[in-house]
C-alpha cells in the first residue's frame, strides 16, 4: 500500500497513514530486496563468547573472601576500592565488587556475628482487670499559632481503655513524661 501511495502523497505520509515509520519501511524493503544488513538472530549465532575480562570461579571467590576479612568486613565496596588502589592493588570494579557480594547473599552486613540478627519477640501484654498494665503516648497537636505545638501526653489503662492521667505542655520532654507517669 505505501508504495503505491508514495507518487501520490509522498513516503512520510503514506507511512504515516499506515502507522509504520519510514525508516522501518525502507528498511524492511531493501531486506526483501535482499540488500542491507541483516542480523544474525540470536538462536542461529550459535554461543556467547565470554567476555575476555571475565572473573573466573576461583578469582570470584578470592574477592569475597577479602571482602569479608577483618580488614574490610566494616567497609563499603568503594572504600575498599579506593583503599586497595592506594596499595597499588586493583582487584576488580566497585560494581563488580557489588555483583559478587550480591551473589553469595553478603550485601548487608558482612561482619562476623552480626551476618543473621536474632528475630526480637514482640513484648505481649495481658490485663485481667483494670490498672494491672497502662501504656503511655505523646501527641502533637496544633497549637494557636501557625509551627506553633502543644504536646498531649496520655497515659491509659489496657484493660478499661480509660484515661488514668494527662496533661498538655509546650515542649516535648523526658522530664514531663516522667513526672505524669509518677503522679
Known amino acids: 500500500m505505501i508504495e503505491q501511495w508514495t507518487p ?5 505520509r503514506a507511512c504515516q497513514a499506515m502507522g ?17 544488513r541483516v542480523r544474525p ?4 549465532a550459535g554461543p556467547r563468547k565470554p567476555p575476555p575480562a571475565r572473573i573466573d570461579d576461583a578469582g ?11 580488614r574490610f568486613a566494616d ?3 568503594a572504600q575498599v576500592y579506593a583503599t ?20 553469595a547473599g553478603l550485601v548487608g552486613e558482612r561482619r562476623r556475628g552480626h551476618a543473621r540478627k536474632p528475630s526480637h519477640v514482640k513484648p505481649r501484654l495481658h490485663a485481667d482487670g483494670p490498672n494491672q498494665a497502662w501504656s503511655w503516648d505523646i501527641s502533637r497537636l496544633a497549637g494557636p499559632a501557625r509551627r506553633d505545638w502543644l504536646y498531649l501526653y496520655v497515659v491509659l489503662d489496657i484493660y478499661s481503655r ?6 498538655v505542655e509546650t515542649t ?6 516522667k513526672r505524669l507517669i509518677a503522679t
Open 162 to 167: 480509660a484515661i488514668v492521667g494527662w496533661t
Open 172 to 177: 516535648e520532654s523526658d522530664v514531663v513524661a
Open 8 to 12: 501520490r502523497v509522498g513516503r512520510g
Open 75 to 77: 567497609l563499603a565496596p
Open 60 to 70: 570470584r571467590q578470592r574477592i569475597v573472601a577479602l571482602l569479608c576479612t577483618q
Open 41 to 44: 538472530s540470536r538462536a542461529t
Open 84 to 103: 586497595l588502589l592506594d596499595e597499588g592493588t586493583y582487584v576488580c570494579s566497585i560494581r563488580q565488587m557489588y555483583r559478587l557480594l550480591h551473589e
Open 20 to 36: 509504520v515509520a519510514p525508516r522501518t519501511w525502507r528498511h524492511r524493503r531493501q531486506q526483501a530486496q535482499g540488500r542491507g
